[in-house]
């Protein structure tokens, strides 16, 4: 599909419209070899090589970030009074129009994935599809001696909502790993507390195959690797 060039160079995050014109016009950018200083110039981004400022570039249609979320960032892309993740990406990444793909609370922590792509979000995030989202809590309390049979059967929450089968395993003193397959508000700290627990500590390891980098600090990313990549678009095919 043919596109304007300051159009595609600044979907690749390169700068903003008036940024990329301006490199542009300056002659950093080359088309097929050539230098084309045409802002406005038709061009098929997926069979056209652009370099800019000497490096190639490589076309994506859409984007695929991790990040290691930390507490205190809401899961939103804008709002009025709280900091939202948007924030922590860097300025280049903040033109892309990402947003995440599942909610984190504003005090949980661990793996975020935040795309562009509506479908992969949609994938990711619906039931249907059956995703395991892995999470490791820390919870007050003890736990009912049939928590785990109550997860393994779809446990009821705030009397009368009913969740899907999910999983449960204690794996220390006040620990534990928690497997759901949805996204309801607070769902974890709402099964942990209809059998008894309170989590005051909750981080998310996994989603499908995506395992969170344990080199990520917290507020870090990363862009997903091709073999991630090449997960989301079986679950967005998988229909
Ligand atoms: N469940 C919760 O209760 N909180 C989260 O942030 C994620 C899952």
Same mark, same amino acid.
């Given at each position: 599909?043919l596109?304007?060039?300051?159009?595609?160079l600044?979907?690749?995050?390169?700068?903003?419209?008036?940024?990329?014109?301006?490199? +542009?016009r300056?002659?950093?950018?080359?088309?097929?070899?050539?230098?084309?200083?045409?802002?406005?110039?038709?061009?098929d981004?997926?069979?056209s090589?652009?370099?800019?400022?000497?490096?190639?570039?490589?076309?994506?249609?859409?984007?695929?970030?991790m990040m290691?979320k930390?507490a205190?960032?809401i899961?939103?892309?804008?709002?009025?009074?709280?900091?939202?993740?948007i924030?922590?990406?860097?300025?280049?990444?903040k033109?892309?129009?990402?947003?995440?793909?599942?909610?984190?609370?504003?005090d949980?922590?661990?793996?975020?994935?935040l795309?562009?792509?509506?479908?992969?979000a949609?994938?990711?995030?619906?039931?249907?599809?059956n995703?395991?989202?892995?999470y490791?809590?820390?919870?007050?309390?003890?736990?009912?001696d049939?928590?785990?049979?109550?997860?393994?059967?779809?446990?009821? +929450?705030?009397?009368?909502?009913?969740?899907?089968?999910?999983?449960l395993?204690?794996?220390?003193?006040?620990?534990?790993?928690?497997?759901?397959?949805e996204?309801?508000?607070?769902q974890?700290?709402?099964?942990?507390?209809?059998?008894g627990?309170?989590?005051?500590?909750?981080?998310?390891l996994? +989603?499908?195959?995506?395992?969170?980098d344990?080199?990520?600090?917290?507020?870090?990313?990363?862009?997903?690797t091709?073999?991630?990549?090449?997960?989301?678009r079986?679950?967005?095919e998988k229909?």
């Amino acid at each position: 599909m043919l596109s304007r060039l300051d159009k595609v160079l600044s979907n690749l995050g390169l700068g903003s419209r008036k940024e990329v014109t301006e490199a +542009i016009r300056r002659g950093l950018v080359t088309v097929d070899n050539e230098v084309c200083r045409v802002p406005d110039k038709k061009i098929d981004p997926e069979a056209s090589e652009i370099t800019f400022q000497g490096e190639k570039l490589v076309y994506r249609q859409y984007d695929y970030i991790m990040m290691n979320k930390p507490a205190g960032y809401i899961s939103a892309t804008e709002d009025r009074n709280k900091v939202t993740v948007i924030e922590l990406l860097p300025d280049r990444l903040k033109r892309l129009g990402l947003f995440p793909a599942g909610r984190l609370d504003r005090d949980s922590e661990g793996l975020l994935l935040l795309t562009n792509d509506g479908n992969a979000a949609h994938a990711i995030i619906s039931p249907k599809r059956n995703i395991d989202k892995l999470y490791y809590i820390r919870y007050s309390g003890v736990l009912s001696d049939n928590a785990e049979m109550l997860f393994s059967l779809g446990i009821e +929450i705030d009397g009368g909502e009913k969740c899907l089968p999910a999983a449960l395993e204690r794996v220390g003193n006040g620990e534990a790993h928690v497997t759901i397959h949805e996204g309801k508000y607070h769902q974890v700290k709402r099964m942990i507390s209809a059998v008894g627990g309170e989590v005051i500590y909750l981080k998310r390891l996994k +989603i499908g195959m995506i395992e969170l980098d344990d080199s990520l600090a917290p507020g870090e990313i990363r862009r997903l690797t091709t073999d991630e990549e090449k997960w989301i678009r079986g679950i967005i095919e998988k229909r």
